[in-house]
T-cell receptor, first 115, second 113 residues
Framework: NAGVTQTPKFQVLKTGQSMTLQCAQD?????MYWYRQDPGMGLRLIYY???????DKGEVPNGYNVSRLNKREFSLRLESAAPSQTSVYFC??????????????FGPGTRLTVL | GEDVEQSLFLSVREGDSSVINCTYT??????LYWYKQEPGAGLQLLTY?????DMKQDQRLTVLLNKKDKHLSLRIADTQTGDSAIYFC?????????????FGIGTKLQVIP
């Protein structure tokens, strides 16, 4: 199993450009998440999808949209990139069932720079 | 609200024990986690403890939980240079239809050979 995979690994955008970050998991997990990691701020949740067909806002959703394409894939879109969106983006997944640990498993991250 | 706090930096000599501390605020946490992040990589789950436990041991790792003080610690015995990384404490709370996880800002562990 590859676990959680993310593409691309690195990306440089100009202000105003758009792009989509891709995430896929092969663990048959129900829930998927997008976080951003900034120095001194830990990880902050952007959006999550508790199950296929549902998405909800997290702590910092402004400037982003998501699509839960199917159970495996959860994409994050920046419609008009801004320098404040320069960050490292992590996708994660977890199995959501009562009584289980719901441990989140992370992808390797996408390092995005917006000029 | 939820808040998880950790110190930013810890330096230890190879072979010594490392203790990384964390405090959290939400008493309804169900699980508490320790994740490790090596440079340029994602977060790797090290260990977790259920909120009704006070200790968990896993090889060189010992997790201690003091629910009264809302204090969590991670002890790494016989610390090696390969343990150099950033360690994140996180608490997990059931919120609606999903498990909300709040992360600390991470403690950078430097192991001196």
């Amino acid at each position: 199993n590859a676990g959680v995979t993310q593409t691309p690994k690195f990306q440089v955008l100009k202000t105003g450009q758009s792009m989509t970050l891709q995430c896929a998991q092969d663990m048959n997990h129900n829930s998927m998440y997008w976080y951003r990691q900034d120095p001194g701020m830990g990880l902050r949740l952007i959006y999550y999808s508790a199950s296929e067909g549902t998405t909800d806002k997290g702590e910092v959703p402004n400037g982003y949209n998501v699509s839960r394409l199917n159970k495996r894939e959860f994409s994050l879109r920046l419609e008009s990139a801004a320098p404040s969106q320069t960050s490292v983006y992590f996708c994660a997944s977890s199995e959501t069932r009562g009584g289980r640990t719901d441990t989140q498993y992370f992808g390797p991250g996408t390092r995005l720079t917006v000029l | 609200g939820e808040d998880v706090e950790q110190s930013l930096f810890l330096s230890v000599r190879e072979g010594d024990s490392s203790v990384i501390n964390c405090t959290y605020t939400d008493s309804s946490s169900t699980y508490l986690y320790w994740y490790k992040q090596e440079p340029g990589a994602g977060l790797q789950l090290l260990t977790y403890i259920f909120s009704n436990m006070d200790m968990k041991q896993d090889q060189r790792l010992t997790v201690l939980l003091n629910k009264k003080d809302k204090h969590l610690s991670l002890r790494i015995a016989d610390t090696q240079t390969g343990d150099s990384a950033i360690y994140f404490c996180a608490e997990s709370i059931r919120s609606g239809g999903y498990q909300k996880v709040t992360f600390g800002i991470g403690t950078k562990l430097q192991v001196i050979p």
